[in-house]
């Protein structure tokens, strides 16, 4: 069974605060990590798409990835309380699907 | 781009009807589509894979005769809930891939309530 596993929080970080999010995945074939967002009643919305290892940025954005480790991080720089939502951490299976983890709930205290 | 469409928003139904949810890539062509159930405060759940001008895929424990899904084209996928009972209101949301490295991209949902 290939999984994707979170923590599922809540995760509080005060407001200026880097939050840090992370995930682990099993399928060590896998390609593609995404990482959505998704704020309660609303559909998840993409964030960051991170195919080789190491860093890559978007603005506050940070995703991290480690192949070797299986492991696939966000950083959120200078957290806002509007970043208050879920995180879901989404890996593909080599096939079409992809798989998604439980999400990562993340409060950030004004 | 890569912008899903999905109708409608909301729905309210009486028990026993039929409900369709529409659901477009707009600027991309979908060789999947995927369709997801989320109850209040629990995970995504996938409920169907579906590609072009094939029967859809179903995941263990969802009932394909209940939950019909027929993608007509490259940019539409429709998803009808049969029979509907107030145990099917959820949010049901589909989304949309361009191909096998990219990512999913989402419709705004649709919230069904089955009186």
């Known amino acids: 069974q290939k999984e994707v596993e979170q923590n599922s929080g809540p995760l509080s970080v005060p407001e200026g605060a880097i939050a840090s999010l992370n995930c682990t995945y099993s399928?060590?074939?896998?390609?593609?990590f995404f990482w959505y967002r998704q704020y309660s009643g609303k559909s998840p919305e993409l964030i960051m798409s991170?195919?080789?290892?190491g860093d890559k940025e978007d603005g506050r954005f940070t995703a991290q990835l480690n192949k070797a480790s299986q492991y696939v991080s966000l950083l959120i720089r200078d957290s806002q309380p509007s970043d208050s939502a879920t995180y879901l951490c989404a890996v593909n299976d080599e096939g079409d699907k992809i798989i998604f983890g439980k999400g990562t709930r993340l409060h950030i205290l004004p | 781009g890569a912008v899903v469409s999905q109708h409608p928003s909301r729905v309210i139904c009486k028990s026993g009807t039929s409900v369709k949810i529409e659901c477009r890539s707009l600027?991309?062509?979908?060789?999947?589509m995927f369709w997801y159930r989320q109850f209040p405060k629990q995970s995504l759940m996938l409920m169907a894979t579906?590609?072009?001008?094939?029967?859809?895929?179903?995941e263990q424990g969802v009932e394909k005769d209940k939950f019909l899904i027929n993608h007509a084209s490259l940019t539409l996928s429709t998803l009808t809930v049969t029979s509907a009972h107030p145990e099917d209101s959820s949010f049901y949301i589909c989304?949309?891939?361009?191909?096998?490295?990219?990512?999913?991209?989402f419709g705004n949902g649709t919230r069904l309530t089955v009186t």
């Open positions: 989304s949309a891939v361009r191909d096998g490295n990219s990512p999913l991209h």
């Open positions: 579906s590609n072009e001008g094939s029967k859809a895929t179903y």
């Open positions: 399928d060590r074939g896998s390609q593609s």
């Open positions: 600027d991309f062509q979908a060789t999947t």
């Open positions: 991170i195919y080789s290892n």
